[in-house]
């Protein structure tokens, strides 16, 4: 069961690629997120923080419909899904109360 979960956690964040935007505007972004993370620190990690959730649930999502997932893909995205929510709102709490 474990050889199950590890591949479709695999699966769910090599599928994070695939719902990326053209290579220029992808890699425009990281620039800027660069750039933004050198000027406001954690602004700049929550943001990119922010946008791989956004992806994350593309990923996880696209397989379907829930009738059709299987539960050590449900199970990986439980998991993987609620150490990004956990890291996002880490990084916004961080950032609100360290804002000047």
Same mark, same amino acid.
């Given at each position: 069961?474990?050889?199950?979960?590890?591949?479709?956690?695999?699966? *769910?964040?090599?599928?994070?690629?695939?719902?990326?935007?053209?290579?220029?505007?992808?890699?425009?972004?990281?620039?800027?997120?660069?750039?933004?993370?050198? *000027?406001?620190?954690?602004?700049?990690?929550?943001?990119?923080?922010?946008?791989?959730?956004?992806?994350?649930?593309?990923?996880?999502?696209?397989?379907?419909?829930?009738?059709?997932?299987?539960?050590?893909?449900?199970?990986?995205? *439980?998991?993987?899904?609620?150490? *990004?929510?956990?890291?996002?709102?880490?990084?916004?709490?961080?950032?609100?109360?360290?804002?000047?």
């Amino acid at each position: 069961m474990n050889g199950g979960f590890v591949e479709q956690a695999s699966d *769910i964040l090599l599928g994070m690629s695939a719902f990326l935007p053209d290579q220029k505007i992808t890699i425009g972004v990281l620039v800027v997120l660069v750039i933004l993370t050198y *000027i406001r620190g954690r602004l700049g990690i929550l943001i990119f923080m922010l946008l791989a959730t956004i992806l994350f649930a593309q990923s996880f999502f696209s397989v379907g419909d829930f009738y059709s997932m299987t539960f050590e893909r449900a199970m990986a995205g *439980i998991v993987l899904g609620g150490f *990004i929510v956990f890291v996002d709102l880490y990084l916004l709490v961080t950032t609100m109360a360290n804002w000047r």
